[in-house]
């Protein structure tokens, strides 16, 4: 079954504690890429990667770090965690460049305290 | 960076009746895609358009691209209870050819209540 996996799905944590939510696909596709997901914003895009070793920002990348050292694993990591970071977020990926298409993960609900 | 207005943000309604949301931008987009959010789950993409003036259904939805390339809107006809849900639209990057690139922009959303 095609799935796209994150963990933990829900995270307490204190200000300054480094974190990192992973994120896993079983599809092979090239693309991956993160959002988080707050009221009456929408989601937006934190980091994406093209492929393996290839990532950019997104639009709200600030206090995250993102790294693709293999296809299938996508993790996203606060280095220090700050009360405006709890946020739900949302890993998704997608085949080749088709980017229009994206199959997104359950979510992970981070509180920041 | 681009933008997308969504509206309304949240609607109340009474099953068998048709719903409309619609989304707008500042700045034309290649490509519009409408996404379902289920309560506690990740967006499921419901239709995805590609050339201006496009009109596509699926099942009871429909969805159209506006000929400005400018707006969007998604029609659900008959309301059901399972239709609950938060209703997003996306586009891709004008920037971007051939819908490359990454980068995808959301709306607010539009929150559905149906009630039985």
């Not at chain 1, 700050?82 to 298409?101: E, I």
């Not at chain 2, 995805?48 to 400018?70: D, P």
Request: hydrophobic share 30%; proline share 6%; net charge neutral.
């Amino acid at each position: 079954e095609a799935q796209v996996t994150q963990n933990p799905r829900y995270l307490i944590t204190v200000t300054g504690k480094k974190l990192t939510v992973t994120c896993s696909q079983n599809m092979n596709h090239e693309y991956m890429s993160w959002y988080r997901q707050d009221p009456g914003l929408g989601l937006r895009q934190i980091y994406y990667s093209m492929n393996v070793e290839v990532t950019d920002k997104g639009d709200v990348p600030e206090g995250y770090k993102v790294s693709r050292k293999e296809k299938r694993n996508f993790p996203l990591i606060l280095e220090s965690p700050s009360p405006n970071q709890t946020s739900l977020y949302f890993c998704a990926t997608a085949q080749g460049a088709r980017t229009d298409t994206q199959y997104f993960g359950p979510g992970t609900r981070l509180t920041v305290l | 960076g681009q933008q997308l207005n969504q509206s309304p943000q949240s609607m109340f309604i009474q099953e068998g009746e048709d719903v409309s949301m619609n989304c707008t931008s500042s700045s034309i987009f290649n490509t519009w895609l409408w996404y379902k959010q289920d309560p506690g789950e990740g967006p499921v993409l419901l239709i995805a358009l590609y050339k201006a003036g496009e009109l596509t259904s699926n099942g009871r939805l429909t969805a159209q691209f506006g000929i400005t390339r400018k707006d969007s809107f998604l029609n659900i006809s008959a309301s059901i209870p399972s239709d609950v849900g938060i209703y997003f639209c996306a586009g891709t990057d004008p920037n971007m050819i051939y819908n490359q690139g990454g980068k995808l922009i959301f709306g607010q959303g539009t929150e559905l209540s149906v009630k039985p």
